[in-house]
């Protein structure tokens, strides 16, 4: 029993700290395999805890597994191992996890990998990085692109600054000019002005300075710049402020509801969200109000940020 005690003392250790998941969340539970680093002649592999070699020490250099992914180094060229003991291609100069994302470099040159070990992103470019909803920017030449998530190619790399994805839609800047990027359909709608919202019933408001206007999908000014804050189209009504006076408008610049409110929101469902005097309430068409007894809490949707 004590000779039992004592050669778990020391394989303990050794697997609290070479032991590796190799479930993608990183997490060990009971369908995961704990693997030992092992080391033979110079050459590096890993070996289950009862000492069975899984991946045979044929590496030369060998880290830890994120992800399922383990970064190793043979003849001096890099590559992932996988969590199945197959590995990636091992011809690239160096490889690195960037948030998540296997990373690899050949000649001075940027690509990504997929989490199968595949070209995701050919190493052609100075700089790869993942981006929200599955797209990837590349950076070459000093200008900015977009790739889908397959890879394939959605804005050539000519753009000088890139803004966030939110559901399929970018800002782009060139030329001291922003532009609106649909990424489903690699459609970008370039204009004169410093900021443009998203594109929502055709229309998209712009801003300059301190002024709001809206366009439509050909970029043509279709409501002047004339308003000190503006929302996103929605049923062919949007809420608009001037002098911090709130009310709606249509697509054509005509007054729907008065600006005579403390706040306006999102027209939907036939009705406008109002604030007046502390209330929330509701306004139609025809100006007729309605004001629930019960009221909620402060309501900023996420639109009234979105054109500070």
Known sequence: MKKCFVLLSLLLPAVMGYSQSLTPSGKTDEDSLLLVKIEKAGKYGFADTAGKVVIAPVYDVIGPFTNGLAVVKKNKKAGFLLRDGKTSSLKYDSVWLKEGHPMVKLSGKTGMLDSRGKELVSPKYDDVAGLRDGYISVFTGGKYGVLNSKGKTVLKP????????????????????????????????????????????GMAWVREGKKFGFINI????????????????????????????????NKENQVVIPQKYDKAYTYSKGRGIIRLNGRIGYVDKDGKESWPEAQAGPLEPAEAANNK
């Open 158 to 201: 000519e753009y000088e600054r890139l803004g966030f994805v939110t559901n399929a839609s970018m800002l782009v800047y060139i030329g001291g000019k922003c532009g609106r990027a649909d990424l489903a359909k690699g459609k970008v709608v370039m204009t004169s002005y410093e900021k443009v919202g998203p594109f929502r019933d």
């Open 218 to 249: 050909k970029g043509e000014l279709i409501i002047p710049l004339v308003y000190d804050w503006v929302g996103n189209f929605n049923e062919g009504l949007v809420a608009v402020a001037t002098d911090h006076k709130y009310g709606f408008i």
